[in-house]
């Protein structure tokens, strides 16, 4: 089904270890981005990218690193897990400009112990 | 700074009937406003996107209108079921933002 890819489903990292969030899409979108979701805070966005090789900071991105190398790929690091990324991550994608609005993928729901 | 308010953060309501979630934002110059729907433990359904330049957009038994110079959007359901049972987000995007804003959401539960 065409659509936003998100894997792993479920994560649980000790402190200080490090791992990679993938996302692929399969519609040719441009945008790409990340948001985690926490109780109260709702949703934020981590970093996004208008395109291969454009990457920018959203409104958390401490902790966390971003490439774009190809159109269908966005992947998010954690560099070094604290229990304060226990969360559950998003990725979404759309074209440019956005008429279309934002296709979200399922999530990955990370625990760091 | 764009901010999103959703209310009420809860509702509660039997079957059948027709309600309202609203939805304010606070700076009228939006690009899009798309509402969501979210089940328990699961990602983001997309119901319905509303452009700048349009007032309302339909799809079966649900309605999104918006007002963008009071910097409102309701999304009426009619004839609610149990399975509308879920939370709605609204999202704003910006001219130039590439990103949404999120309001907190508004937990929705049918009864039947």
């Known amino acids: 089904n065409a659509g936003v890819t998100q894997t792993p489903k479920f994560q649980v990292l000790k402190t200080g270890q490090s791992m990679t969030l993938q996302c692929a899409q399969d519609m040719n979108h441009e945008y790409m981005s990340w948001y985690r979701q926490d109780p109260g805070m709702g949703l934020r966005l981590i970093h996004y990218?208008?395109?291969?090789?454009?990457?920018d900071q959203g409104e958390v991105p401490n902790g966390y690193n971003v490439s774009r190398s190809t159109t269908e790929d966005f992947p998010l690091r954690l560099l070094s897990a604290a229990p304060s990324q226990t969360s559950v991550y998003f990725c979404a994608s759309s074209l440019s400009p956005t008429p279309h609005g934002y296709t979200f993928g399922s999530g990955t729901r990370l625990t760091v112990v | 700074k764009q901010e999103v308010t959703q209310i009420p953060a809860a509702l509660s309501v039997p079957e059948g009937e027709n309600l309202v979630l609203n939805c304010s934002f606070t700076?009228?110059?939006?690009?899009?406003l798309q509402w969501f729907r979210q089940d328990p433990g699961k990602g983001l359904t997309s119901l319905l996107l509303i452009q700048s330049s349009q007032r309302e957009q339909t799809s079966g038994r649900l309605n999104a209108s918006l007002d963008k110079s009071s910097g409102r959007s309701t999304l009426y359901i009619a004839a609610s079921q149990p399975g509308d049972s879920a939370t709605y987000l609204c999202a704003v995007e910006s001219p130039g933002a590439q990103k949404l804003v999120f309001g907190q959401g508004t937990r929705l539960t049918i009864n039947p």
């Open positions: 990218s208008v395109g291969a090789g454009i990457t």
């Open positions: 700076d009228s110059a939006i690009y899009n």
